[in-house]
């Protein structure tokens, strides 16, 4: 029989850095939806590692094939994906910017790390704060733009579809919808881009009358989306299960080279006036990660929360140099 040859590159390998809660909840939902040929999980507590393999492994009767196995830093040079969610999880009451310093040694190590190993793939970053992480990752990479990207709003884009799914009783699949900007308390809704059902929501809301404020209703959502990070930490302690699943997402974009409109986190370079800063605006993803950012037109408003948050992050990068 013909011996079936596999060129290097070819094989689908993510490599997961950070077996907590997000690192395990993400290698478990991409076993499960058969885009990846291996799966290879890292972090610097072996005992935890071990376990959260053994407990993947176990699923593998279940599960699309996949070779699921603990790893270490050489994994990084054939790897078509290396995520990274390690780190330090945020805890009640901290923002996103506290995590700041305690994690950017981390990614900027890890990232340094790829980079030195010829890593022929894309870097995305999921430790918080994510836009700031990012931008230290692809500094300490030293590679091109598109291929260090962050998780970014993709979580956040998802929680704002879901609550206006449940608030025009309309499939969530029929709404498409962005947040943008940094992936914490400065995002923003760009109402500009939300369409349910293919009509703008300032068109569609009059025809559809179920809301007797739709402005007021508007305000309401969008805090939602902002606060629901908050409320599921008082809750349960973390989150996992959403990003998980947007990671998948994303994960399918880059491997199945599907050049889906993501919020991602990139680094800008002049688009919407703007450079040197990660945040999240609409990009196409692909194999090589950003493949082309969507620099539509911004109505005033929205362009105004964008640079907020550019000056917001820009703050953040500057005080991991004493610069603030
Ligand atoms: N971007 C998003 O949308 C989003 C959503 C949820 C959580 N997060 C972030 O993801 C990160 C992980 O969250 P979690 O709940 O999984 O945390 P966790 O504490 O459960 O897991 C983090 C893991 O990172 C490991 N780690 C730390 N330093 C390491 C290093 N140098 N090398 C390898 N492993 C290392 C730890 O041992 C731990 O197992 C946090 O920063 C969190 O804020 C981001």
């Known amino acids: 029989m013909k011996k079936n040859i596999e060129l290097p590159g070819q094989r689908r390998k993510v490599v997961v850095v950070g077996a907590g809660s997000v690192g395990a909840t993400y290698c478990y939902s991409l076993a499960q939806s058969g885009l990846a040929d291996e799966i290879v999980l890292i972090d610097r507590n072996m005992d935890l590692v071990k376990g959260q393999v053994l407990d993947l492994v176990h699923g593998q009767p279940f599960f699309p094939t996949v070779h699921i196995r603990a790893g270490n830093e050489e994994d990084y040079s054939d790897a078509r994906l290396v995520v990274i969610t390690a780190g330090a999880a945020q805890k009640p009451g901290e923002t996103r910017l506290q995590l700041l310093r305690k994690n950017a040694d981390i990614v900027g190590g890890i990232a340094e790390e790829i980079a030195k190993r010829n890593c022929p793939g894309v870097i995305l970053v999921v430790s918080n704060p994510v836009d700031v992480l990012t931008y230290v990752a692809l500094k300490r990479s030293g590679w091109e733009r598109g291929r260090v990207i962050g998780s970014g709003t993709v979580l956040d884009s998802a929680r704002f579809r879901h609550l206006l799914s449940t608030q025009c009783g309309i499939d969530v699949h029929n709404i498409h919808a962005y947040f943008m900007g940094e992936h914490g308390d400065s995002e923003f809704a760009a109402w500009s881009m939300t369409h349910v059902a293919g009509i703008n929501i300032d068109e569609y809301c009059p025809v559809c009358g179920q809301c007797s404020d739709w402005n007021k209703q508007k305000e309401i959502i969008e805090k939602q989306v902002r606060e629901s990070a908050y409320h599921i930490i008082n809750s349960k302690g973390s989150t996992y299960f959403a990003v998980g699943l947007a990671l998948v ?76």
Do not use: M, W
């Open 249 to 324: 997402k994303i994960t399918a974009s880059i491997l199945r080279k599907q050049n889906s409109v993501l919020t991602v986190s990139a680094v800008l370079e002049g688009e919407f006036g703007l450079r040197d800063v990660c945040l999240s605006v609409p990009c196409v993803v692909s194999e090589y990660g950003v493949k082309r950012i969507i620099a539509s037109p911004l109505p005033a408003s929205e362009l105004r929360a964008l640079n907020h948050s550019a000056e917001v992050l820009r703050a953040a990068i500057d005080s991991l140099s004493g610069q603030e």
